[in-house]
């Protein structure tokens, strides 16, 4: 008996774990390709950046709505802030509700080829 309850205790902290891991997993993917989106804004306005925004978003599963990614600019200098909430099954059919915020920020880069002139 007492290695059925230390068995199914292990279970569900593998389960906890993989559940929230996944999360993090899928948080740290979109601030990487939020940051990549950021640096390479040269040109674009920040509705622009916004909507590429949306578009990792999407792509990446995550649960935001538009009015929580926050988009602007400083010459060339891009921030986006964006927040979300999941919910983490941390036990089988039990959600943890969970907030993500973000906050990256980077110097646009544009390249310039060979022979143009820089913007």
Known sequence: MKTLIKLTIAGLVIHATWRAGSAYWVYYKFRDNLQQVALFSAGQSEQEVHNRALEVASELKV?????QIAVRRQDEHTFI???????????????????????????S????KPGEAPH
């Open 81 to 107: 802030d964006a927040s979300y909430k999941t919910g983490i099954e941390v036990l089988p059919r039990y959600h943890y509700p969970w907030e993500f915020k973000l906050n990256v920020d980077a110097w």
């Open 109 to 112: 880069i544009s390249i310039v």
């Open 63 to 67: 649960p935001i709505e538009p009015e």
